[in-house]
């Protein structure tokens, strides 16, 4: 696949937008029922939330300017993005640039992961998420020590759940992955120079700090920004803003180049 | 409940996250500095293939209801941040810590399974304590951008798709451009700097 394959690519974007902004499509379109449903990521405390005032919208019967205007950023951008192809494009040919040849991989991996979370949701009603599913299993050995606590079985399931099954899968799958491209093998530490009890210390602590994160905000990057991304939550976006917003700043950090010579992730600087 | 199918979704899952190469620190890490955007590609064709398959199931009525996740304004931006921040330094997340263990990375398995499990503990514990006041902070129920704003729904996937296509090409120029540079017989491959920062944009408006 060239480059040049995304022009079309956004003509035919284009084209879908105008096809959908006719009014005719917008009637078509069913009204959503809310509600996380039985999921066990979706998040627990949020009772206070009024429910019903986002869900019982009538179906619109006129002109909304909201769609007007959206309309015209969809085609701004759209012709935008042509025109920015476009340009580019000629100047590549002028100067006699290679073809750029594209990885599909990383492309072809996501698209098959966005069917599968479209089955997910739409055939099984379920969230393809992970730290849900930790949240549950945890919950089993929370219960054991502290049985009187007020949020597994009460908030959340606890146990063998929908989720839990999904994290023992996504291990089995990666194992079989690995073990079919002959990738397989036992490693203490990442690819690179390192520290080993600094990593593993690094890596306990950034693991605890992440299942902490997830289930503040209600699921990790698979079960609320893609998930939830995928049916246009807001809260799936303000999640991923809110991700490398402080993602980036942190990579940078560790890798800036006054760094002592072992960092504090465990590795080994130059 | 079936045991067979969340098992199935999980292996596919997780097969897909070590094919993409997720399940290495270097590229997740890369992913926030902008030097290895597969990981950008790899969300960003997920959400655009997902958000364009469930709404053309939900336009031709195959599918009435479908799980939305609650927005919690505030705890999703401090629980994003804390997850980012943990995630830019180690270099995993909770799916890649669970694939990458299965494929046999023991800081993987040990430390981010025990911190894993640290973590949901510590939350539970607390959780009663201080969830409900934050979950209540810019809390939207379970709402999607289109009821939200009162657009079509359509709308908002195509936009989303125009700006995953636009930068999706912009990434790849720009690798096109730096392994172009690279090449000493290309004329005026130097003219133009390879370090122009277009990655940046290209990765943050896909986020």
């Known amino acids: 696949m060239h480059a040049p394959a995304f022009g079309p690519l956004l003509w ?26 039985t999921s066990a990521t979706a998040m627990p405390f949020s009772e206070a939330a009024p429910r019903t005032s986002a869900c019982a919208e009538p179906a619109p019967t006129r002109v909304r300017w909201a769609d007007v205007g959206l309309s ?53 009603a379920q969230p393809l998420g992970i730290s849900g599913g930790v949240q549950n299993l ?16 009460h908030a959340i399931p606890v146990g063998a759940t929908w989720s839990a099954w999904v994290v023992v899968g996504v291990l089995a799958g990666a194992l079989a992955a690995a073990v079919s491209a002959g990738s397989f093998s036992l490693r203490a530490v990442p690819e690179g120079e390192w520290v080993p009890w600094r990593r593993w210390a690094a890596a ?19 079960g609320l920004a893609l998930s939830g991304g995928v049916v246009l939550a807001p809260g799936a976006f303000v999640f991923m803003a809110a991700m490398f917003a402080a993602g980036v700043p942190t990579a940078f950090w560790l890798d800036r180049p006054a760094a002592d010579r072992v960092r504090l992730d465990g590795r080994r600087g130059a | 409940m079936s045991v067979a199918l969340p098992l199935a979704l999980g292996f596919l899952f997780g097969w897909l996250l070590e094919r993409a190469g997720l399940t290495r620190r270097d590229r997740v890490v890369g992913a926030f500095r902008f030097t290895d955007l597969a990981m950008l590609k790899f969300l960003g064709a ?21 799980p939305v996740v609650p927005t919690n304004l505030a705890a999703d931006a401090i629980g994003g941040a804390l997850l980012g921040m943990a995630m830019a330094a180690a270099g995993f997340c909770p799916g890649t810590i669970v694939a990458g263990a299965g494929t046999g990375r023991l800081d ?20 009663p304590s201080f969830m ?31 700006v995953a296509l636009i930068a999706g090409y912009a990434a790849e120029r720009h690798a096109g451009r730096r392994r172009g540079a690279s090449r000493a017989h290309v004329p005026a491959a130097g003219a133009r700097s390879p370090s122009r920062p277009v990655a940046p944009t290209a990765a943050r408006s896909r986020s």
């Open chain 2, 108 to 127: 993987y398995l040990i430390p981010g399974g025990l911190g894993l499990l640290a973590g949901a503990l510590i939350f539970g514990w607390t959780a």
């Open chain 1, 12 to 37: 035919v974007a284009i084209a879908a937008a105008m096809a959908m902004a006719a009014p005719r499509a917008r009637a078509q379109e069913r009204p959503v029922v809310c509600g996380g449903g």
């Open chain 2, 132 to 162: 409900p006041a934050l979950a209540r902070a810019g809390a939207l129920g379970p709402a999607t951008i289109p009821r939200l704003f009162g657009v079509s729904g359509w709308l908002v996937v195509v936009l989303l798709t125009e």
């Open chain 1, 204 to 222: 306990f602590v950034a693991a605890t700090i992440i299942e902490l994160g997830a289930a503040i905000a209600g699921g990790c990057t698979s």
């Open chain 1, 138 to 153: 945890a919950g089993s050995v929370g219960l054991a020590i502290t049985p009187d606590n007020r949020y597994w079985g």
């Open chain 1, 72 to 124: 015209l950023a969809v085609l701004a951008l759209g012709g935008g993005g042509i025109a920015y192809v476009r340009a580019n494009e000629r100047r590549r040919r002028e100067r006699e640039l290679p073809a750029t040849r594209i990885d599909v991989v990383p492309y072809a991996t996501g698209a098959a992961l966005g069917v599968l979370v479209t089955v997910s949701l739409a055939v099984f």
């Open chain 2, 46 to 66: 997920a959400l655009v293939v997902g958000a364009v398959g469930l709404q053309a199931l939900r336009s031709l009525g195959f599918v009435a209801a479908l």
